[in-house]
C-alpha cells in the first residue's frame, strides 16, 4: 500500500528556512508529477509548486518564487520543498501531492497528511 509521509515542518522566525519532506512508503514505478499545496486558516487550498517527475517543468506560485524550491531524490522516492526567506503570510499546512504509477501499473494520485509550517514576525 502505497503512503506518503510529511515531515520537516515547524515554527521559524521571518526570514528563516524551512525544507519539507514527502516520502513515498511502498512499492512503486514512478512519479509522475509532484505537487506542494497549503492551506492557511480560513482560505482555500492553493498550489505552491509543481514539477514534472523529471523535474523539467517547474511552476511555482507567483509569491513564492525565487524563494521555494521542489526538487526530488530518485533514489529515496522523497520529494522535497525547501522554503527560504520565510514571511509570516507562508503560513499554513502544507501538503505533498504526487501522481504515481504503482508496482500494478495503475495511476493514482496521493496526498500527504500535512504539515504545520508557521512563521513568526
Known amino acids: 500500500q502505497v503512503q506518503l509521509v510529511e515531515s520537516g515542518g515547524g515554527l521559524v522566525q521571518a526570514g528563516g528556512s524551512l525544507r519539507l519532506s514527502c516520502a513515498v512508503s511502498?512499492?512503486?514505478?514512478?512519479?509522475?508529477?509532484m505537487n506542494w499545496y497549503r492551506q492557511a486558516p480560513g482560505k482555500q487550498r492553493e498550489l505552491v509548486a509543481g514539477?514534472?517527475?523529471?523535474?523539467?517543468?517547474?511552476n511555482y506560485l507567483d509569491s513564492v518564487k525565487g524563494r521555494f524550491t521542489i526538487s526530488r531524490d530518485n533514489a529515496k522516492n522523497t520529494v522535497y520543498l525547501q522554503m527560504n526567506s520565510l514571511k509570516p503570510e507562508d503560513t499554513a499546512v502544507y501538503y505533498c501531492?504526487?501522481?504515481?504509477?504503482?508496482?500494478?501499473?495503475?495511476?493514482?494520485?496521493?496526498w500527504g497528511q500535512g504539515t504545520q509550517v508557521t512563521v513568526s514576525s
Open positions: 514539477a514534472t517527475s523529471g523535474g523539467g517543468t517547474t
Open positions: 511502498g512499492s512503486i514505478f514512478s512519479i509522475n508529477y
Open positions: 501531492n504526487l501522481y504515481i504509477v504503482t508496482i500494478a501499473r495503475q495511476y493514482h494520485e496521493y
